[in-house]
């Protein structure tokens, strides 16, 4: 089978990746502070449950997506098998996934100011997803107990197990969908 090489598409890599993210999130909050339709705690709420759905978002896009649709079936497996190099995110994938945590709430959603708080929240979790997944290819250094046990099932999941912990910031849909790695650091022998 041919290897599809990232380096003759137009892609992106971190940090390179997170401008984007972050000024369309900054957009959103300047549009809030100069019209704002409610409350600012009611628009916090929906920025948290905007970061919940991303963590869900996320699990999708990484069992099914990136596991099972062609190409980016193939890219990943590059990515796991090369852990170690900065992965390669195609250029048009970024820009319509980005286009889709802002405009689909915006869509979904008839109240504007709850949307936006939505969409803050699912940037957010973008961002912290690209940020955190960075994070566990670099070895996490300090005592983060939460970045350790992340780095664990990744490693898990790159190694030994890449049918299970799908979960980047959280194992909590894995434990839901029935996909968490076994514990320990490696299947018996």
């Known amino acids: 089978m041919k290897r599809l090489d990232l380096q003759h598409w137009a892609t992106t890599v971190f940090p390179q990746a997170l401008?984007?993210?972050?000024?369309?999130?900054?957009?959103?909050?300047?549009?809030?502070?100069?019209?704002?339709?409610?409350?600012?705690?009611?628009?916090?709420?929906?920025?948290?449950?905007?970061?919940?759905?991303?963590?869900?978002?996320?699990?999708?896009?990484?069992?099914?997506?990136?596991?099972?649709?062609?190409?980016?079936?193939?890219?990943?497996?590059?990515?796991?098998?090369?852990?170690?190099?900065?992965?390669?995110?195609?250029?048009?994938?970024?820009?319509?996934?980005?286009?889709?945590?802002?405009?689909?709430?915006?869509?979904?959603?008839?109240?504007?100011?709850l949307a936006t708080g939505l969409a803050l929240g699912l940037l957010a979790g973008h961002v912290a997803q690209e940020i955190a997944h960075h994070a566990l290819h670099t070895r996490p250094d300090g005592d983060s107990h939460w970045l350790l046990r992340r780095f664990g099932q990744h490693r898990l999941h790159h190694l030994h197990y890449p049918e299970a912990a799908f979960g980047t910031l959280t194992p909590v849909w894995d434990h839901v969908f029935g996909t968490s790695a076994p514990q320990g650091d490696k299947p018996e022998a």
């Open 19 to 113: 401008p984007l993210p972050v000024a369309a999130g900054m957009a959103l909050l300047a549009r809030s502070a100069m019209r704002p339709h409610g409350g600012w705690l009611l628009l916090a709420a929906f920025a948290l449950a905007g970061l919940a759905l991303w963590t869900l978002l996320e699990y999708l896009l990484h069992r099914f997506v990136l596991h099972g649709i062609e190409p980016f079936r193939t890219w990943h497996l590059q990515h796991h098998l090369r852990p170690e190099e900065p992965m390669r995110t195609p250029l048009l994938f970024s820009g319509l996934l980005l286009l889709a945590l802002v405009f689909a709430p915006m869509l979904a959603i008839s109240n504007q100011w």
